[in-house]
């Protein structure tokens, strides 16, 4: 082989990889769905208040309240100067790991600390243990794309048999009743999930095993997918893309995602008077009538997915932050205040919203703006 | 990995005159050289007996505890009580996709490089090279991104076909509805993805088929068909095995191409067509980020596997290519 043909071989390659490498790096900027951050959240930044705060601050966790995060942080950073907060979303199993191992200050996860892992905080924890102190709360939005119907009402026991692959067709009676007026054509219904395991498939099966034992008898405490019909695609990303590119397709993500791809949501027949939709709004309403489990100062949340409020979304998913009660550690505890401080403040809960989220309803709020300031 | 080199070492005799040249203490650049490949080597070994040792430390834990036959269960569920999992479906479905991608790939890497090296115009020889050299600098995930959202819709119709016409041989025979995130798709896409380097490498090889060789097999009367399969196959097919276990080795470890692409399920099924089936790798990939620590190790466990696997691989791989010494290079 000819010497200038290897080297312009090489040059191509090497074109190649610039053009690839920054595609890439691209993509992962692009990840962030949140970006129009209004004028009005860089003026409410002002009311942050920053007290001791100071140095970096590290976290990880649950990729549910990426979103929210990022905004906070912005916030945050913007408000006081010298500050650093970095949250990793990396998963709440992998950030609970890597709090337990008092690698971050606070973790972020999609579900409380089970007991064997608060035994586990208390080494790091000296004289404490861990905590969750719920943050961030937001629909599961059932998404469909069936060509000639936008209007769609299913209840409990009819979605637990759609995932169940137990009703296979659209115009099968159990959703034509639900569905008085609607034109159902004759076509399969190709249920999608996710093939990652994921805090949403957990609290989706955590609703459908509450709100319809009868007929979801899988086991709800799994975070991969546990029944064994269906279709599976990565992320949530993914099962957007894919109910969105097929016809007869359901499947489910938090809202962002449906209101970002313009994908129809399902509206839930809860038992309530009128069908609920999936919005924040009604996603906040049933945290409401959640009741607090844990003891002391720990908030974790008994979701109750048999709500019949009015107007109440009960598919939803509750990220909490999960920190020592005693024993952080000195150099960081008091950023970790003010940064918690911020994200439960009236300013931090009311960006959520704008990024597909719910707000804390007020009682709860209360509860944790009371223990924040008490970490030690 | 297997080497890709295309010449054999040189015979021990000669050999052994070249190492007495370079022990006069006077080279010294040669001291320092072999030094360095010395070392190269020995440092190779060493990350190679690390990594082997990490994962078996970290997989004995989490298989000691395992409830399930690691080997034959069909199930993954290492948070559950008691833990269970098995790396069956994984196995299968690793070995089927890379099955599938190179009976696909192979042949058409063979084609691809013949007609570069043997039939094109030099004028598009040289691009065609490079349009493929290219190919392999396309990171996977744009692979599998591609793969979801272009080749999965575009490959309904096929699998369509595949069903009607080819559903009596069971493998094409599709049960039910669904999309084609199958194991077919994903053996289509690893072929694509892989066909790069096994057509780069067979192309090589057949460049450096002894002219003398085709010469004297036209002079013989020979057709080039005639000439390219007496001389030029004869010739590079310990390359092409060599090139196609490289490219095995690709498909067997690709991580994300296969999980956006595949709908994965713990379902060991012969039917090509159905979402299901899984990879060791893409696995991995899938529930990685949530599991706890005992997941990890559970998932350390099965890349252990994968580990061995590929170290088989190769080895049969060089097995083949020494019992098929007489062809190579060093007797040209």
């Known amino acids: 082989m000819k010497l200038h043909r290897k080297t312009g071989l090489r040059a191509t390659a090497l074109g190649a990889l610039v053009v690839s490498g920054a595609l890439v790096l691209t993509a992962c900027g692009s990840d962030d769905n949140a970006s129009p951050a209004g004028e009005k959240k860089t003026a409410s930044a002002s009311n942050v208040k920053c007290d001791d705060a100071k140095g ?16 906070w942080v912005k916030n945050f950073q913007a408000a006081c100067a010298g500050v650093e907060v970095n949250y990793q979303a990396i998963g709440s199993g992998g950030g609970i790991t890597k709090f337990n191992q008092g690698q971050v200050a ?30 961030v709360g937001g629909p599961v939005a059932i998404g469909y794309k069936l060509d000639g119907v936008d209007d769609l009402v299913l209840d409990a026991p009819t979605l637990a048999k759609i995932f169940d692959s137990k009703i296979t067709k659209w115009n099968d009676p159990a959703i034509a009743k639900l569905n008085p007026g609607a034109k159902l054509p004759d076509t399969a219904i190709q249920a999608f999930h996710r093939s990652d395991e994921s805090g949403t498939t957990q609290n989706l099966g955590k609703y459908l095993s509450e709100a319809a034992p009868a007929d979801w008898k899988h086991d709800p405490k799994t975070k991969s997918w546990p029944a064994p019909g269906g ?34 949501t399902v509206k839930l027949n809860t038992g309530a008077a009128q069908p609920v939709e999936a919005t924040t709004e009604n996603a906040s309403k049933a945290i409401a009538a959640a009741k607090i489990k844990g003891t002391g100062n720990d908030l974790a ?39 918690l401080n911020y994200t439960v403040s009236e300013e931090g809960q009311k960006v959520l919203s704008d990024a597909g989220y719910a707000p804390l309803p007020a009682e709860i709020a209360t509860k944790v703006r009371e223990i924040v300031p008490t970490l030690s | 990995m297997a080497t890709a080199t295309t010449h054999t070492p040189p015979p021990p005799g000669r050999n052994d005159t070249a190492r007495a040249k370079a022990s006069a203490p006077s080279q010294a650049g040669d001291r320092i050289f072999s030094g360095l490949s010395r070392g190269s080597g020995i440092t190779l070994l060493v990350i190679m007996a690390a990594i082997a040792v990490f994962l078996t430390y970290r997989a004995i834990l989490a298989i000691a505890d395992n409830e399930g036959n690691f080997l034959t269960t069909s199930e993954w569920n290492p948070a559950g009580d008691p833990p269970v999992f098995g790396i069956a479906v994984l196995a299968f479905g690793t070995i089927v996709s890379s099955i599938i991608a190179m009976a696909i790939a192979v042949p058409v890497a063979i084609g691809i490089a013949l007609f570069i090296s043997h039939y094109a115009p030099r004028r598009l020889a040289a691009p065609l090279a490079y349009v493929v050299d290219l190919l392999a600098a396309v990171p996977s995930i744009i692979y599998g991104l591609w793969g979801a959202i272009f080749l999965v819709p575009y490959l309904d119709g096929l699998n369509k076909w595949l069903d009607q016409y080819m559903g009596w041989t069971y493998i094409f025979d599709k049960s039910g509805e669904g999309v084609a995130r199958n194991m077919f798709t994903v053996g289509i896409l690893l072929a694509i993805m892989i066909l790069p380097i096994i057509t780069n490498v067979t192309r090589e090889v057949f460049l450096q088929v002894p002219r003398m060789h085709e010469e004297a097999a036209l002079a013989l ?4 068909w005639e000439t390219i399969r007496m001389s030029v196959l004869p010739f590079g097919r310990s390359g092409i095995i060599s090139a196609s276990m490289l490219g095995l080795g690709r498909a067997l470890g690709e991580t994300m191409a296969v999980a956006v692409v595949l709908s994965p399920s713990f379902i ?16 991995i990939a899938a529930k990685f980020n949530e599991a706890n620590e005992y997941g990890r190790d559970a998932l350390i466990a099965s890349g252990l596997v994968l ?26």
Do not use: H
Request: charged letters at 20%.
């Open chain 1, 301 to 339: 949340l008994s979701l109750d997915y048999k709500t019949k409020a009015e107007g109440a979304y009960p598919i939803i998913l509750v990220t909490y932050e999960i920190a020592c009660d005693k024993g952080n550690k000195a150099e960081t505890l008091p950023t970790l205040k003010a940064f």
């Open chain 1, 231 to 264: 279709q599976a695609a990565n992320g949530s990303s993914g099962v957007a893309a894919a109910v969105k590119d097929t016809n007869g397709a359901i499947g489910y993500f938090e809202l962002s995602y449906a209101t970002a791809s313009n994908i129809s």
């Open chain 2, 221 to 224: 009367g020979a057709t080039r």
């Open chain 2, 268 to 283: 060991i099924s012969g039917r090509l067509l159905d979402p299901g089936g899984g990879t060791f790798a893409q696995n």
């Open chain 2, 307 to 332: 580990f061995f696997i590929t170290l088989l691989v190769n080895g049969a791989a060089r097995w083949i290519i020494g019992r098929r010494k007489e062809y190579s290079g060093a007797n040209a």
């Open chain 1, 56 to 71: 970096q601050l590290l976290a990880a966790g649950s990729t549910a309240q990426k979103n929210a995060m990022d905004l």
């Open chain 1, 106 to 135: 606070f973790a972020g996860s999609d579900s409380a600390l089970k007991e064997e892992e608060v035994a586990e905080s208390q080494k790091i924890c000296k004289g404490g243990k861990g905590i969750n102190l719920p943050m």
